[in-house]
T-cell receptor
């Protein structure tokens, strides 16, 4: 199947700093990528839909100024957690689907963010 | 709120048993459903999918059943193995929109 690579897999940062997470589709083009957040022992919660060349669509309750999403190319979307606080600590996962299809979504390996 | 949910948060079985994991969804417009397996610290891994024009689909050791009348989805794992231990999520979507995940069932397989 298609491969989605997410980097870094693990990051620790200090409160007040910003952290960028990259999501790449390695062998296919993805006009749309999705960002999820997952708390321990909980399900994946959709944060936003990232659209190549346009603004991301955020789910209700997700702060767009806190979680900046940029989808500058057909193979790369980035999520920047700005002015991170301990409550932003979580597992962040991106996914992408083959362009123009209603098929399975391919997931990155996730990023474990710890804010200290 | 979540539109897809699982009936049981945990399921414990013996190696070799068959496992059945259930999921209820609420969006009648959903036309595509997927089961994912997630191991600790990793992203979801595709298991099997089914479209709304089907009611059953079989893979290797896994079967997905879809009952649109009661909006119910199930995953059957035959001859469950210790390596099947993980959290299982069902997810629904329509027309290429984002997947919406259910709450998850933790499957524990003892040998």
């Amino acid at each position: 199947g298609a491969v989605v690579s997410q980097h870094p897999s693990r990051v620790i940062c200090k409160s007040g700093t910003s952290v960028k997470i990259e999501c790449r589709s390695l062998d296919f083009q993805a006009t749309t990528m999705f960002w999820y957040r997952q708390f321990p022992k909980k399900s994946l919660m959709l944060m936003a839909t990232s659209n190549e060349g346009s603004k991301a669509t955020y789910e209700q309750g997700v702060e767009k100024d806190k979680f900046l999403i940029n989808h500058a190319s057909l193979t790369l979307s980035t999520l920047t957690v700005t002015s991170a606080h301990p409550e932003d600590s979580s597992f962040y996962i991106c996914s992408a689907r083959l362009q123009g299809s209603n098929t399975e979504a391919f997931f990155g390996q996730g990023t474990r963010l710890t804010v200290v | 709120g979540e539109s897809v949910g699982l009936h049981l948060p945990t399921l414990s079985v013996q190696e070799g048993d068959n496992s059945i994991i259930n999921c209820a969804y609420s969006n009648s417009a959903s036309d595509y459903f997927i089961w994912y397996k997630q191991e600790s610290g990793k992203g979801p891994q595709f298991i099997i999918d089914i479209r709304s024009n089907m009611d059953k689909r079989q893979g290797q050791r896994v079967t997905v059943l879809l009952n649109k009348t009661v909006k119910h989805l199930s995953l059957q794992i035959a001859a469950t193995q210790p390596g099947d231990s993980a959290v299982y999520f069902c997810a629904e979507t329509q027309a290429g929109t984002a997947l919406i995940f259910g709450k998850g069932t933790t499957l524990s397989v003892s040998s």
